[in-house]
T-cell receptor, first 110, second 112 residues
Framework: RKEVEQDPGPFNVPEGATVAFNCTYS??????FFWYRQDCRKEPKLLMS???SGNEDGRFTAQLNRASQYISLLIRDSKLSDSATYLC???????????FGAGTTVTVRA | DVKVTQSSRYLVKRTGEKVFLECVQD?????MFWYRQDPGLGLRLIYF???????EKGDIPEGYSVSREKKERFSLILESASTNQTSMYLC???????????FGPGTRLTVL
């Protein structure tokens, strides 16, 4: 089983819609999680950290389900500028390394 | 603002050439990383350094080496470039005690 798995999408949604997607992880000892955003031909940038059951930042909500070992990201009231690839990131145990999912692509259309 | 810079955005090299990719960060971060990113595979860790002159192999170190002589600078070396090393190379840095990584803009390397 891969350390981090994501539905690659693409998720094509109209402006204003809500879109949600999941990420599953294999290391049950993981305590913190991240969502990074990567625009086309750009570097990944941190979108949100998740340390407990979830986190909310404006239109973005991340939820953590430890029992089932998945993290979800929900985007409300989608904007054209939300079009990007969203990377699920899980720290590895006992060191500073991170495991990256392959990403979920979201395209918001006018 | 954390800034991570990489020496080139685009690079074209020939098979067998020695290739140097350089990364510089300006936030006094202890940890630095080199990844490659390929479609469908995500980011894969090549090498990691947690201090000057210290390095650890990542998941795919074969064919690569690294050098960290100064805290702010982390170099990736392809001793003899091969076509299967054509990829996007991303450098990142982080502070000890946090897991948040800051990325450079990437170098798209093509090996012919």
């Amino acid at each position: 089983r891969k350390e981090v798995e994501q539905d690659p999408g693409p998720f094509n949604v109209p402006e204003g819609a809500t879109v949600a997607f999941n990420c599953t992880y294999s290391n049950s000892a993981s305590q913190s999680f991240f969502w990074y955003r990567q625009d086309c031909r750009k570097e990944p940038k941190l979108l949100m950290s998740v340390y407990s059951s979830g986190n909310e930042d404006g239109r973005f909500t991340a939820q953590l389900n430890r029992a089932s070992q998945y993290i979800s990201l929900l985007i409300r009231d989608s904007k054209l500028s939300d079009s990007a690839t969203y990377l699920c990131v899980v720290p590895r145990s006992n060191d500073y390394k991170l495991s990256f999912g392959a990403g979920t692509t979201v395209t918001v259309r006018a | 603002d954390v800034k991570v810079t990489q020496s080139s955005r685009y690079l074209v090299k020939r098979t067998g050439e020695k290739v140097f990719l350089e990364c510089v960060q300006d936030m006094d971060h202890e940890n630095m990383f080199w990844y490659r990113q390929d479609p469908g595979l995500g980011l894969r860790l090549i090498y990691f350094s947690y201090d000057v002159k210290m390095k650890e192999k990542g998941d795919i170190p074969e064919g690569y080496s690294v050098s960290r002589e100064k805290k702010e600078r982390f170099s990736l070396i392809l001793e003899s470039a091969s076509t299967n090393q054509t990829s996007m190379y991303l450098c990142a840095s982080s502070s000890s005690g946090t897991r948040e990584e800051y990325f450079g803009p990437g170098t798209r390397l093509t090996v012919l």
